[in-house]
């Protein structure tokens, strides 16, 4: 049973990427993902139909757009998007998050674009 309960080291998992808008899984938890992510620009606005969404900055500065507003994140601190809300990430420079979503999460959501990501690695 033990066998199955490992560490993990998110700095050495945050080495094995180097695409942005790419995410990993790096664990799971019941039916939720833990995802790890490299993201710089600015991504596609969206919302997800029957998931909410967990955001915490592991390193590095990143924005939430919402529609009325905007959530300026820092290391350490974290957003959860309700479902249905839509929303926008965006880091002027390199940041390293951290996501949990359902299992049935698609990164983009209500849109299908250059950047969905169906198939998802796991690290």
Known sequence: MSERVQKVNLKEKAEKISTYWDPKII???NQMMAKIARIKGTFTWH???KE???F???DGEM???LKDQQIHLKPGEMVIIP????HRPVA???CLILMF???TTLNTGNVVNEYTQSDLEEI
């Open 27 to 29: 664990g799971r938890v």
């Open 47 to 49: 919302h997800h139909e």
């Open 52 to 54: 909410d969404e967990l």
């Open 56 to 58: 915490y900055v592991i």
């Open 63 to 65: 924005i939430i757009e």
């Open 83 to 86: 479902q249905g809300v839509e």
């Open 92 to 94: 002027e420079t390199d």
């Open 101 to 103: 979503e359902l299992e």
